[in-house]
């Protein structure tokens, strides 16, 4: 080759570098993440969604881009935020926080995929038309919490079988997947009174645990909303300064010391929909993915707060725990 056609050759190589460059910049998906709480308390959640993504051959910071939006518990901003990911045209919205997120997204957009993680029934919702056959551009994770309220309120009554006056812990704003019917039913079955206490932010939990103990709650039930699990620390230690046996929805509710849990495995709720996620990126359609629910539920029990509160666990609820945390 001669010498003036190797600088041509070299030259036009040089000058069509940066266009490949940016073409394959430009091929990696960005998905969306549109959540209403605060970064901190869902890092383990978000850890999860990264692992069902990871199985999938898509990694954060490598082949994949992640455009978080967080709310900070003003879920009046989701909407925008909603938009805002529309207007960036990603490729799939993760809405992993209950009711909220996956509403707000779905009046943002019924084009881009939406993965959901909820406790609520997403087809009295109108999120998706079946479980088997979502129909639209929705699907995603269904933890059905709400219908597992009225058992979580049967194993409290059997670790503290005196306590006549429940409490239920409640955010008002996720009127939407209220377990209310659930809790109601199971207490009049089991001769219990429920008091119902609202909190809307972390500055309302004092306020709320302080009107429990002035009505004589014996016992509480924490409700599955987002904005508890985000400022779990700060309800595990109301309960024990208040000393009042407290029953969750999560896991890690009992891990960082509250009393007991009773649900479906949260983290592998998050993983399948990084799982979804992957799926749809690689080519699935959203409206023929049946929505997930949990096969297996799990039960954790902090014997060494039980024994702080002076409980005794019956033999036969230790029997059915998954977990005991000594």
């Not at 901003?77 to 909603?82: R, S, T």
């Not at 597992?148 to 996720?174: F, M, N, Q």
């Not at 219990?192 to 939990?205: M, N, P, W």
């Not at 399948?272 to 049946?290: E, N, R």
Request: with cysteine; hydrophobic share 50%; net charge neutral.
């Amino acid at each position: 080759m001669r010498r003036r056609e190797f600088i041509a050759l070299f030259g036009g190589a040089a000058a069509a570098w940066p266009l490949t460059a940016r073409a394959q910049q430009s091929a990696t998906p960005v998905i969306g993440f549109l959540h209403g709480q605060r970064p901190d308390g869902f890092d383990y959640r978000v850890a999860y969604l990264r692992q069902g993504l990871n199985e999938l051959g898509f990694v954060e910071g490598k082949n994949l881009a992640i455009e978080y939006r967080w709310a900070n518990n003003r879920i009046e901003q989701l909407p925008a935020l909603a938009a805002d990911l529309v207007r960036r045209q990603v490729a799939v919205i993760v809405a992993p926080d209950g009711t909220a997120s996956p509403l707000a997204a779905m009046a943002a957009t019924s084009t881009i995929p939406i993965v959901f993680v909820m406790g609520a029934d997403p087809v009295k919702l109108g999120l998706v038309a079946s479980l088997n056959r979502p129909g639209g551009n929705i699907t995603g994770v269904n933890t059905i919490l709400s219908e597992l309220a009225g058992k979580r309120l049967e194993l409290l009554c059997e670790l503290t079988p005196r306590a006549t006056t429940i409490g239920y812990l409640v955010d008002p704003r996720s009127s939407v997947i209220t377990d209310e019917q659930s809790v109601y039913t199971a207490a009049r079955a089991l001769g219990r009174q429920i008091i119902v206490v609202e909190a809307r932010s972390e500055t309302e939990l004092e306020a709320a645990f302080a009107k429990l103990a002035q009505q004589g709650a014996a016992a509480l039930l924490v409700n599955s909303g987002v904005m508890f699990t985000g400022n779990r620390d700060k309800i595990v230690a109301l309960a024990a300064r208040y000393r009042i046996p407290t029953i969750y929805a999560f896991r890690i509710f009992a891990l960082d010391g509250g009393l007991i849990s009773y649900g479906g495995v949260d983290m592998e709720a998050h993983r399948l929909a990084g799982v979804y996620v992957g799926q749809i990126l690689k080519g699935a359609k959203a409206a023929d993915l049946p929505v997930q629910q949990p096969t297996k539920f799990e039960l954790v029990i902090n014997l060494k707060t039980a024994r702080a509160l002076g409980l005794e666990v019956p033999p036969q609820l230790l029997a059915l725990a998954d977990e005991v945390i000594e």
